[in-house]
């Protein structure tokens, strides 16, 4: 017999009002809660045997095991099953509530299984999260999606593609998306596009041609969003990114030449 059922709840008002067994002799009724005892000790709802098993479980003589089950049967007080000098009685009401303790337990797994897991994604979270601040990245600010104008003025003031003329390289970049059906023209692709572009070694182009250099100090040149001043052998001029012509400087005529 197990610690946790060494009592019974015994309902007295259950067992007197209960029509079928009140049928039953008082033998027979003392019979069965004899082996209503014996099934809570075992935690079992079935007690099966021999007549003569059966009769040493709860004090009796074997004839009368089986006068009592054969009267328990006939007043349908248990499941009954006789044969052979053997004998199975199972209680339904004890079996119901075994039942519903299994249920019980077995709900009561899940919901701490899902605690659980529930508790090992908050801390999979909060340890994304921690890592995120760490980075110098809010886990609750999303973050923004660039629009192309944006990227290519970021690109363009960008010092590490100063060599790069990006106006021309993103119309140039459009027309091969033009003639790509599916492909689209995005940051990452234009990055991998301008990074191809190797920037002038030593005062010279991969091409052996001479790099045209900014002169400095001319502020309002040097900011201009669509030109760049370059010197050359005849002096300074400005080259337009969009004609791709050189002209001479105007905020400067120091440096240009006739």
Known sequence: MSNKNWWLKFEYRLWQSDAALSQCSLAARGFWLELICSMHSQDTDTVSGTFEQIARSVRCDSSEVAKYSLELKNANVADVTL????VTLTSRKIKRELSSREQTRLRVQRHRSNENVTAHSKSKSKSK???EEERGVSASTPRTKQTQEEWVTE???????????IPHELGKAQKWIDAHIGRRLTK????KWINRIDPPL????SNGNSAPKLLVGCDVCLNH???SIIANKGGGYILDRVSRQMKKCQCHPEYGSA
């Open 225 to 227: 969003p669509d030109h």
């Open 188 to 191: 990452q692709f234009f990055l």
């Open 202 to 205: 030593n005062g010279f182009h």
């Open 155 to 165: 690109l363009a003031t960008d010092p590490v593609y100063s060599h790069v003329n």
């Open 129 to 131: 999260s921690k890592k």
């Open 83 to 86: 044969g052979n000098g053997n």
